[in-house]
């Protein structure tokens, strides 16, 4: 059983940071991937971004240059730094993992970000 929890959501002013963290814990092997999922009311859930096994990373083109994701292997455990926050960054965010033969995708619970204006 594999799970993962999210934390470091919350209410922030426009331009602030953020810092989400995403621990997996459970029977992990052969980490695939780890990705940061938004969903904001009304819309569809989006990627913003991802690092794979490699360590390579990728993002949506809406935060390039305001969000870094990365990862504490040791801890199983993902990061998401957001700065220069924007009000349409409010969403609830997820974290998922690609792991396991055949891999499997796995998610968190979500953890709300809402930036005021």
């Known amino acids: 059983q594999v799970q993962l929890v999210e934390s470091g959501g919350g209410l922030v002013q426009a331009g602030g940071s953020l810092r989400l963290s995403c621990a997996a814990s459970g029977s992990i092997f052969r980490i695939a991937a780890m990705t940061w999922y938004r969903q904001a009311p009304g819309k569809e859930r989006e990627l913003v971004a991802r690092?794979?096994?490699?360590?390579?990373?990728n993002y949506a083109d809406s935060v390039k240059g305001r969000f870094t994701i990365s990862r504490d292997n040791a801890k199983n455990t993902v990061y998401l730094q957001m700065n220069s926050l924007k009000p349409e960054d409010t969403a609830v965010y997820y974290c998922s993992l690609l792991a396991g033969l055949p891999p499997s995708a796995y998610w968190g619970q979500g953890t709300q970000v809402t930036v005021s204006s």
């Open positions: 690092i794979i096994s490699g360590g390579s990373t």
